[in-house]
């Protein structure tokens, strides 16, 4: 939301108050948000672990982001990014290279 609504978002701490408004206004302004992974993952799994289970879904995700025809898709987490890049972007889907980290790591 920070690099969405850059003027608008002010310290995360404070609008994790208004985390119910950020994510209404991120719907409303026609973005969507795919987690790779579906199942909830257990605590502390590995890094590579954790790219397989994404790499394993990979035809799975590319269906549904080619149903919802999307003009950008932004990968989250670097095992995100790192199981799914190439998939995607072989698929001819406008993915972007850049590696971001997740928001709840705190950076």
């Not at 605590?43 to 950008?72: A, D, G, T």
């Amino acid at each position: 939301m920070k690099a969405l609504y850059e003027g608008e978002f002010g310290e995360s701490s404070r609008e994790r108050l208004r985390k119910k408004k950020w994510l209404t206004k991120f719907k409303d302004d026609g973005y969507r948000l795919i987690d790779a992974i579906i199942e909830p993952v257990r605590p502390f799994i590995k890094s590579r672990e954790r790219e397989n289970l994404n790499f394993e879904r990979k035809e799975h995700i590319i269906e549904e982001i080619l149903q919802i025809s999307p003009c950008r898709i932004v990968l989250i987490k670097a095992t995100v990014f790192d199981a799914l890049y190439d998939s995607l972007h072989k698929a001819g889907l406008p993915v972007v290279n850049e590696k971001l980290p997740f928001s709840g790591s705190g950076r």
